[in-house]
């Protein structure tokens, strides 16, 4: 390893941006963190110090009653449930729509590849608020899906298709899908070719061949989008509050309306930290998959 | 000639429509004459009334505003910033403190923006308690936000870009007199400006659309552009937002084109050149 | 140059291992060796890309421990030849010199003079990727001599390049060496481009350097078996010392193939007993290498020279001929098995190879042909 940059060049390359990240990122965290151990004042800021002060010592107040409200109140375990399950779900759909489609990129011909990445790409340039706001239009009572179910006699009435688990389910297929497809395609896309021309050779039938020489090789890539959808999905926000059902609320929208609405800046604390623990093995999980990837021989 | 079978052509071909028909209702529904975005208004359509409306609106303007200048300065800080970070990661070997900076960056990639959000807020807050500064949250508190989570995806890029640098170029250039400032400024730097330029665009997209992180460190008289269309939708679909997004559309699909055009363009320059070189060599 | 005693670790692996060697002003030096055996590493040590775990690096006297690569008056060609790929020719071999803060002016006609030294004024304005693998070679060694270094250190210079254009560079190569009068360092695996180009070469294999010396005598006079193998082919036998005569004339009883006659080629005494290995005694085991293309053919029974048909003489049958032109590369087996390794020149008109597969031969060779290893 040469010696790239000299002492001082060195720490300003390094350190500028570990400050940075300790300071906006670290401690705020660990912010969090305490803060899910305290109590609640009704004061600015709404909570209670973190040290308090006994004997003389100064000793970090440490409540455990937010995350035994947490536990003890159905609403919660309801919601982080619930989250759960329409981010597995929803995972599920991206990859049975996703990975057809990957596949397809990496056996276009070169110049087509280009052109239907960049096609597949174009969405995610625009905004997501915005993508996920056009399927209210789409699924509404008069929408266009409600127009065509109508139109082709599938249904008599307008079925109702906002503020459903679908209509999540949807959105953040929709929203997620480039993220899924993308590592699948960056797999699939260094399969060499003469593989399956050998699996041929050796008397596979296409179907088999997939199964047998295709599927197992592409696993990373599947996990990679896997996670990549369904760590942020689990906390999605924006897509079941336009989307959503009303009575059944997803955990990233309990976070904020503990913090905004009842001012409890504590249990949404602990709601957070909850939150990190439940996402702690696929995050693990995934940062292994990618540091695995960026230190792969070529 | 496509090689795939017919399942997967064909759900390439749904995907893709998938993916298409919600931008293209969003784009038609922006000429309705109705307010229904839903049914077309055959008698008075295709209109630009909502465009006026939407050019018009002053508070639509003053947030498209705010949020493109929060996504330039969070841009080019978070390039500097993901830049050093990418650079630390990939070319720095091993160092102290280098697990730290190792897992601190790839983090606010993965953890749920309502997390981040909060935990910024919370930093400020504290900090207002303890020093005095910021007062109050608002357009600084949400560029020092933004910069944290843009800076991330940048280094992510800049590192993927050394993967296969060929670091021989800088020792050659150190091996010709120059000292590691210069080889930093006139070899590593022209050569991976092609990743930092992605990182900028895509800190810039990500700044600039964010809604979760940015509600969280507002304040009451800063609002983005993605705070003010949330608060609009969240009541139903409303025209002057269809509007907004057909000339989002208009320009991304300009700017891909564009970048389409330019590497096709450099392609065939390289591909003549590899053919000059052979033929006289 | 004069590298003490240097060695390079690399956690338990020992990359090379005590080398001592100087290298004179001048003179082109080649490091030969195969893949692992250190070359590489010891070249990088030299510019300062690795520093050595322990020993030292000496140019003209200086120590260079602490001096790092951008201040050691030392410039390498890389095997990659790693041209800036942002910068055209003219900008890349002007780097080093913008570096050393010169005029423009001077820096200018430097360049130039470069360019038309190694013939690449044409394509001044070119970029590197608009160039052959021989060009972008050439602005690698311009860009490299261009600094006037005291040493200039070449890593596997021609490997990229195809059969013919290797041979031609070569010869630049030894011509502009010999017009500028810097001293080269080569590091390469390939045994006839060290054979070629070097004033002096030294074979290195795990770490350590087995034998310096000018091509020739590392060809002719191979110090271990590792290198007569290493160098050219080589038949190798083992054998027992019989009796050490006067004149330098050493009789070796070998299994394989009978008794031998082993005689010095030098004149002088001195030069006799240096041909020799000086811990020759009666009963003590050594090897007996004999090149290819010292071994006569003849048909079976015949002996000229008059040596006796027992001595230095094996009698054979003609198993593979491989016909390569020039020469007829020939494996013919002895009595004992063994396949030996014979090369004959393709002389005469005849087309084809002089000798034919199942022939019954002699294999002869000269006294002095030779060398007896002990180790």
């Given at each position: ?12 390359i ?19 963190l ?31 009653s ?11 375990v ?15 759909i ?5 990975y ?41 009572n008069?929408?266009l ?5 109508l ?23 929709y ?23 050998a ?10 061949r ?6 197992p ?70 940062q ?11 | ?6 399942f ?9 429509a998938f ?41 639509i303007?003053?947030?498209?505003w ?20 990418g650079?630390a ?71 993927s ?12 250039a ?31 997209t ?28 969240r ?47 | ?63 260079m ?7 050691r ?19 890349n ?7 050393e ?24 304005a070119?970029?590197p990727?608009?160039l ?16 006037r ?23 630049e ?16 695996h ?57 004149r ?31 811990e ?19 048909p ?15 009698p054979?049958r ?30 005469g ?27």
């Amino acid at each position: 390893m040469t010696p790239f940059a000299d002492r001082t060049g060195r720490r300003l390359i390094a350190g500028l941006p570990t400050i940075w990240l300790v300071a906006l990122f670290l401690i705020p965290f660990l912010i969090v963190l305490k803060l899910s151990f305290s109590e609640m004042r009704l004061a600015i800021p709404p909570y209670a110090p973190f040290i308090e002060w006994r004997h003389g010592w100064p000793v970090p107040a440490l409540h455990l009653s937010n995350y035994a409200f947490l536990f003890t109140d159905p609403l919660y375990v309801r919601s982080y449930l619930y989250s759960l399950r329409v981010a597995a779900v929803s995972t599920a759909i991206c990859l049975a729509v996703g990975y057809p489609m990957a596949y397809a990129i990496a056996r276009a011909s070169p110049a087509w590849r280009t052109a239907l990445l960049m096609l597949v790409m174009l969405p995610f340039w625009t905004s997501f608020l915005l993508r996920v706001y056009a399927w209210i239009g789409l699924l509404q009572n008069d929408g266009l899906v409600n127009h065509v179910l109508l139109a082709l006699g599938l249904v008599h009435r307008p079925v109702r298709l906002l503020q459903t688990d679908f209509a999540v389910y949807i959105g953040i297929v929709y929203a997620y899908l480039p993220f899924m497809i993308l590592p699948l395609y960056a797999n699939l896309e260094k399969h060499d070719p003469e593989l399956l021309e050998a699996a041929a050779d050796l008397g596979a039938r296409p179907f088999r061949r997939f199964l047998r020489i295709t599927l197992p090789l592409s696993l990373p890539g599947i996990a990679a989008g896997a996670l990549l959808v369904f760590i942020p999905a689990v906390g999605e926000y924006i897509v079941p509050s336009l989307l959503g059902r009303t009575d059944q609320l997803m955990i990233g929208r309990v976070l904020s309306d503990e913090f905004f609405e009842n001012r409890d800046w504590p249990v949404a604390s602990a709601v957070a930290i909850l939150m990190l623990l439940l996402l702690v093995v696929p995050i693990l999980l995934l940062q292994r998959l990618e540091r695995r990837a960026l230190e792969a021989p070529k | 000639m496509n090689a795939a079978g017919r399942f997967p052509r064909t759900m390439l071909a749904i995907g893709l429509a998938f993916l298409y028909v919600p931008i293209a209702s969003l784009i038609v529904y922006s000429f309705n004459n109705s307010r229904l975005v839903t049914v077309w208004d055959a008698a008075h359509s295709p209109t630009l009334k909502w465009y006026w409306a939407l050019l018009s609106d002053d508070q639509i303007v003053r947030a498209a505003w705010l949020s493109i200048r929060i996504a330039l300065l969070a841009a080019t800080a978070a390039s500097v910033l993901g830049t050093l970070g990418g650079v630390a990661l990939a070319r720095l070997g091993p160092f102290r403190g280098r697990a730290l900076l190792a897992g601190l960056v790839p983090a606010p990639i993965v953890m749920p923006e309502v997390i981040t959000g909060l935990a910024l807020l919370l930093l400020f807050v504290a900090l207002e308690e303890a020093i005095g500064w910021p007062r109050g949250v608002g357009v600084v508190t949400i560029a020092l936000a933004h910069i944290t989570f843009c800076m991330a995806y940048v280094a992510v890029v800049v590192q993927s870009r050394f993967a296969g640098f060929d670091e021989s170029l800088e020792e050659a250039a150190m091996d010709l007199g120059a000292r590691p400032a210069t080889v930093f400024m006139r070899i590593t730097l022209p050569l991976i400006a092609p990743a930092v330029a992605a990182g900028w665009l895509l800190s810039f997209t990500l700044s600039w659309d964010d809604l979760v992180i940015t509600q969280f460190v507002a304040g009451p008289g800063s609002s983005t552009l993605p705070m003010v269309i949330f608060s609009k939708v969240r009541l139903g679909v409303s025209p002057d937002v269809n509007a907004l997004a057909t000339l989002l559309v208009l320009a991304v699909a300009i700017g891909i084109g564009a970048t389409a055009v330019l590497l096709r363009y450099r392609e065939r320059r390289r591909v003549r050149d590899v053919q000059l070189a052979a033929a006289d060599s | 140059m004069r590298v003490e005693r240097v060695t390079k670790r690399f956690g338990e692996f020992v990359a090379v291992d005590e080398v001592t060697l100087e290298i004179e002003r001048g003179e082109i030096f080649c490091l030969l060796g195969g893949s692992g055996s250190g070359k590489t590493t010891l070249l990088r040590m030299l510019a300062g890309f690795e520093r050595p775990t322990s020993g030292a690096v000496y140019i003209d006297g200086q120590d260079m421990s602490s001096v790092p690569p951008y201040a050691r008056p030392v410039n390498m060609m890389f095997q990659s030849y790693a041209l800036f790929p942002h910068m055209s020719v003219e900008r890349n071999v002007a780097f080093g010199l913008e570096q050393e803060r010169l005029a423009r002016a001077e820096i200018r006609d430097r360049v130039a003079e470069m360019l038309e030294l190694v013939k690449m004024t044409p394509y001044a304005a070119r970029k590197p990727h608009q160039l052959s693998g021989g060009q972008r070679q050439r602005v690698a060694l311009a860009r490299a001599l261009v600094k006037r270094p005291k040493l200039l250190l070449l890593d596997e210079p021609l490997a990229a390049l195809d059969r013919k254009l290797r041979e031609y560079t070569q010869f630049e190569l030894l011509a502009i060496q010999e017009r500028l009068g810097i001293t080269f360092v080569v590091v390469t695996h390939d045994q006839q481009e060290a054979m070629t180009i070097s004033s002096r070469m030294g074979v290195m294999s795990q770490g350590k350097i087995v034998q310096i010396g000018t091509p020739a005598e590392i060809y002719e006079r191979p110090a271990t078996r590792l290198v007569a193998d290493f160098i050219g082919n080589v038949n190798l036998f083992e054998g027992r010392v019989v009796e050490s005569v006067a004149r330098g004339n050493i009789r070796i009883a070998c299994q394989e193939i009978g008794e031998i006659e082993v005689s010095s080629r030098e004149e002088g005494p001195e030069q006799a007993s240096r041909a020799l290995p000086l811990e020759v005694r009666p009963g003590a085991t050594v090897w007996v290498a004999i090149r290819p293309e010292k071994i006569e053919l003849s048909p079976a029974r015949e002996a000229p020279g008059g040596a006796t048909p027992a001595t230095n003489c094996v009698p054979g049958r003609v198993r593979e001929v491989g016909y390569r032109g020039e020469v007829s590369v020939l494996l013919v087996q002895i009595p004992s098995g063994r396949l030996v390794r014979v090369t004959c020149p393709n002389v005469g008109g005849g087309v084809g190879p002089r000798v034919a597969r199942d022939a019954a031969v002699s294999l002869l060779w000269h006294p002095t042909s030779p060398v007896v290893l002990t180790r």
